[in-house]
């Protein structure tokens, strides 16, 4: 281990090369919950560098865990034995110049998704991947957990924005995909193979990503509703009346609401009244003479008409408008900071969500009674955040979440939905996925990363587990 420690550090440089001692703030994941010391930290300056300390480590048969702003929220991005180096991307972060013809730009995996949304808007663009963890999230890493975020629904998962790729193969090897087209069906979709691998495959170095027109009109609003169906069917009306001009609903819950103004400094309540549920609304067009007024008034009217809207407010500013989105991306963190939390990443077909809610809150109750949870997500495509605190002052019996988990998971695939919504797996799922999905399903999947990956160096345990051992679970009845 010595012998690669030195090659690494005498290849990488003191930049490159951070020994065991100064891989402290990599070693843990967000959460707090997985990550041990590794070997070290490995911070390639390019792609050759990258290929080189790939080599380097499965010559020693080191395992290699890459990480991009390690804001994943299934421990996928830290070490989980020593014999690991974290493979850290944070210095790839070049930006080429937008074509804006093309809709299309060629970045390093390692540059930070705020700072890629600063530059392609000044060019009058955007990329429309959105999501709370936006100021520390990497290109590589938001491609390898294939991120979804607010407008998923619109413009679809990081997949969908991906045009071209460069990746190091286990084996060292680079694999040239830095195409700017989107047809392209010469063989194989490798660049969606990698997009959701985790890390498992290999790394990805750099992308040729979609960009789109800056909308030039858009309206935002935050109403309060009487309960989760009043959300629901609010969110459908505006699906059907908004159409395509839709391009952020998202709901969050009256506790979640509570934890986060407990527990994030400075934020503060923007409707007059408070009430079960809240939904945040906004609408965007490519021209500036579509009436997104008119409509969204429309809306308004129609769903407190129907009952299903009792306080609201339109955003009349840039900073009204963000405080609106802040009261929504703080959910997670108001939780985090309550304490121990169940968190689970749902998808059920939008229709079904609130079906999901009422039924998840039953089976919660029989396994955890007293359980507080903290439904929020992306309504225009069911993904729920479906996160659980304990009762208040209480605690979570260790030995009741699995059960916990895998009653809602398997409610969620007996909606046709998914218990593995947007986070990816990381570590922290490989169980609950191998009680869940077919077994064909798993073994086709094992089978790409023995093809791939036959040493077992890239991010092990991570996604699929090389031999499977069926959990025996305590499966409360969920009729
Ligand atoms: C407050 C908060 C809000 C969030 N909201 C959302 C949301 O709305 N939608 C959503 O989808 N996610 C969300 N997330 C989860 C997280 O931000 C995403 O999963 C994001 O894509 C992770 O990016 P990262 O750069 O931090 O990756 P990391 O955490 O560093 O890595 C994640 C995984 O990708 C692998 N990886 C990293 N870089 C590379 C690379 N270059 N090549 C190959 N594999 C790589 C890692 O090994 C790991 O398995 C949220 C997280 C937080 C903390």
Redesign the pocket.
Known sequence: MLDLQERLSGRLGSKGWLSQADAVPYQRD?LDRFGVAPLGVARPADTQEVADVVKACRAAGVRI?????????CG??VAHGQDTVILS?SRMTHIEPPEAESGSIRVG?GVVLSALHEVVERHGLIFPLH???EG???I???I??N????QAFRYGLMQDLVLGLEVVLPDGEIWNGLRSVLKDNAGYQLRKLFAGS??TL???TRAVLRLFPAPRARVTALLALPSHEAAMAFGALVRREAAEFTSALEFFSDFGVSLALKHVAGLTFPLESRDAAYVLVELTAGSALVPLDDILASLLEQGMAQGLVSDGALAMSEAQRAHFWRLREEQ??GQRLEGQQVKNDICVPPGKIAAFIAAGGQICQEILPGARVNPFGHLADGNIHYNISPPEGGEMAADSIPALVQALASLATGMDGSFAA???L?RSKVALADNSRHSTERALMLALKQALDPAGIM?PG?VVASTWQRRTFQMPGIS
């Open positions: 967000w865990v890459p990480q991009g702003g390690n804001t994943g929220l996928g991005a991307l995996a999501l709370g963890a520390s999230a990497r590589g890493g938001l390898g957990t991120a979804g975020g607010s985790e890390g290999g790394v990805i997670p963190e947007e986070h990816g990381g991010n991570v």
